[in-house]
């Protein structure tokens, strides 16, 4: 028996100001089961995905979820951690809990609370994701610059790679409501260090990091014996997960071991390959991230990610646009809802409810969800079920 997401919820991304932890936590969870149309009452566990690591007071946040409805009250409630893939680890362990029969309805959210603090606060918190032993005092701007000087030192410069990413998806997410910057700042602006565009962590300009966010997803998971009763489902052809080693010293920098094999088995597991796609809501924390993924995915040779950008592959119209959410980059990256968001994405997309964003036809959707750099990987597979 195998779980089907029958109902979502999603915030505005961005600065919100007026929103709590809490409040963002309830709000999504009481969105997701009205979409679903199911009472409270109905669901067995609840399972968050919340990063936190010090961004907020409320560190023990899973049982705020009971706040929605007091129907709630005494149900099991979790809080799972992988880095910025802790809401695809709160996906998987609701969905495992369904196969293994120990809950028919599964109720899992994602959040986290980030602007209140200043950048470099964030940054510290984020930085617990990293290898203290040896990687202490390094944020991940200066992480994944490390990728991009491993990967532009084997392959050659790719900055203009970079910024046609990054003005793709400031591009795509226009069309998203939900995205914390809807703005086309356009390639030129995203090539070009400025003041407006400084150095971050060379080669990595203000226009390749992913944005500081609130922000919460939540989805119904239900068994899918019971998918008689709900009105639309998106189901699971493939679910991957696995880690690499956390030192950067273990792994090629140059290129992305552990998404590789995350892909290559959701394939297997599903009997597809990257041609049978139809769209996909990749991980693109930094730019470099997401040309290593397009390589990793199998969209093109290593070393020759750019070729998915010159072709127009992964544009709105493209035949397999990546990110037309926006992606982490311009929709907003909130780490513990990142995995969740882009999985109710996905669903909308696949059951015609993507709005301006939809692409024509979807019938097969892939979400990278990745953890740390490159440490945990989830790639999941989804289709509606009819």
Not at 235 to 245: I, M, T
Not at 266 to 290: K, M, N, P, Q, W
Not at 346 to 361: F, I, K, N, T, Y
Request: aromatic content about 8%; proline content about 3%.
């Amino acid at each position: 028996m195998d779980a089907a997401i029958v109902g979502w919820g999603h915030s505005r991304f961005g600065r919100l100001e007026e929103e709590t932890l809490e409040s963002l936590i309830v709000g999504v969870a009481q969105e997701a089961l009205a979409d679903a149309g199911i009472p409270a009452a109905a669901v067995d566990g609840i399972w968050l995905g919340n990063f936190n690591a010090g961004l907020v007071p409320d560190g023990f946040a899973a049982s705020l979820a009971l706040q929605a409805d007091d129907d709630l009250r005494f149900r099991p409630a979790t809080r799972c951690e992988n880095a910025c893939a802790s809401g695809s680890a709160a996906i998987y362990a609701a969905r495992n809990a369904i196969r293994a029969g120990e809950a028919r309805v599964a109720l899992v959210i994602g959040a986290e609370k980030m602007t209140h603090l200043s950048t470099g606060a964030v940054a510290e918190a984020l930085g617990h994701a990293g290898y203290a032993a040896e990687e202490a005092g390094l944020s991940f701007p200066q992480i994944f610059g490390q990728f991009a000087q491993e990967y532009f030192h084997k392959w050659g410069d790719q900055s203009e790679a970079l910024a046609r990413i990054a003005a793709k998806n400031h591009k795509h997410a226009l069309s998203n409501p939900l995205a914390q910057m809807r703005k086309d700042v356009g390639f030129e602006f995203c090539n070009t260090v400025s003041e407006r565009n400084p150095l971050i962590a060379a080669p990595l300009r203000l226009t390749d990091c992913s944005l500081v966010s609130d922000g919460a997803a939540a989805l119904v998971l239900v068994a899918e014996d019971l998918l008689g009763d709900f009105r639309r489902a998106v189901g699971f052809r493939a679910a991957v997960q696995l880690n690499d080693f956390l030192p950067m010293s273990r792994r090629d920098l140059s290129a992305f071991e552990g998404p590789e094999q995350a892909f290559a088995r959701a394939y297997r597991a599903a009997g597809v390959g990257v041609s049978d796609l139809d769209f996909a809501e990749v991980h693109d924390c930094f730019t470099i991230a997401e040309l290593m993924i397009y390589e990793a995915m199998g969209l093109a040779p290593k070393g020759q990610g750019a070729r998915a950008i010159d072709e127009g592959t992964v544009f709105k119209g493209g035949s397999l646009p990546v990110n037309l959410s926006g992606g982490l980059k311009a929709k907003g990256h909130p780490v513990g809802a990142t995995g969740v968001s882009m999985h109710v994405i996905a669903a909308r997309q696949l059951v015609g409810e993507a709005g301006d964003m939809q692409h024509p036809d979807a019938g097969l959707g892939c979400v990278f969800n990745m953890g740390g750099s490159g440490v945990a990987s989830y790639c999941s597979i989804l289709e509606a079920r009819r």
